[in-house]
């Protein structure tokens, strides 16, 4: 069965400063990687993915993640973080085939506190 | 385009009673998927509906169910309800089999007191 790491509960970062997420997974077959955000009482917010092609993707408000497959990561960067980043971040895995390849499976997710 | 709505919000039962949670998809996908988030456990999968049919169920007991509706809504239903089914369930669609990228409705805050 598959599985995610983030192995960070919590991140205190300085505003402005650069950060980095980690996320290890386990799997025997080949997946598809995802990265949300979930702000306090909120909804998953989908924030970036990589289904297939060029290993490294970025999102629209800065951050970006790059598929290493012989380390099977998928860490989330940012170059310098706002305090609107403040939020848990969460990693998520589907299969690409097998049973139970559609749904999800999320690592335990990981706090990332911005300080002013 | 609207997102995925879910409904109610908030949700105060009792133990031994029973929920239902509604969700709609987005417009045009056919894949309803439902997570339990409870605290401590983290996002954990609980069902899966495709173009009306129950496509698959995560690990937990039969007292969970739902159904999609003709026009992709889905319902979970929680029977006989427990303390510890006290958690947010969050509802999220995709365009079906031919799409990997599921988006997040809001979610409904359970708890049984």
């Known amino acids: 069965a598959q599985s995610v790491t983030q192995l960070d509960s919590q991140v205190p970062v300085f505003e402005e400063a650069p950060v980095e997420l980690r996320c290890n997974y386990s799997?025997?077959?080949?997946?598809?990687l995802f990265w949300y955000v979930q702000y306090p009482n909120q909804g998953l917010q989908l924030l970036l993915k990589y289904l297939s092609g060029s290993t490294l993707v970025e999102s629209i408000n800065g951050f970006e993640a790059e598929f290493n497959k012989s380390q099977t990561s998928f860490h989330l960067r940012k170059p310098s973080v706002h305090i609107s980043d403040t939020a848990e971040y969460f990693c998520?895995?589907?299969?690409?085939?097998?049973?139970?390849?559609?749904?999800?499976?999320f690592g335990k997710g990981t706090k990332l506190s911005v300080i002013p | 385009e609207a997102g995925v709505t879910q409904s109610p919000t908030h949700l105060i039962k009792t133990r031994g009673q029973q929920a239902t949670l509604r969700c709609s998809p987005i417009s045009g996908h056919t894949s309803v998927y439902w997570y339990q988030q409870a605290l401590g456990l983290g996002l954990q999968f609980l069902l899966w509906y495709d173009e009306g049919e129950e496509r698959n169920r995560g690990n937990f007991p039969p007292r969970f169910s739902g159904r999609q509706f003709p026009n992709y809504s889905s319902e979970l239903n929680v029977n006989a309800l427990e303390l510890e089914d006290s958690a947010l369930y969050l509802c999220a669609s995709s365009k079906g089999l031919a799409e990997r990228t599921q988006y997040f409705g809001p979610g409904t805050r359970l708890l049984v007191l």
């Open positions: 998520a895995v589907s299969l690409h085939s097998g049973a139970g390849s559609y749904q999800l499976t």
């Open positions: 799997s025997s077959v080949s997946v598809y």
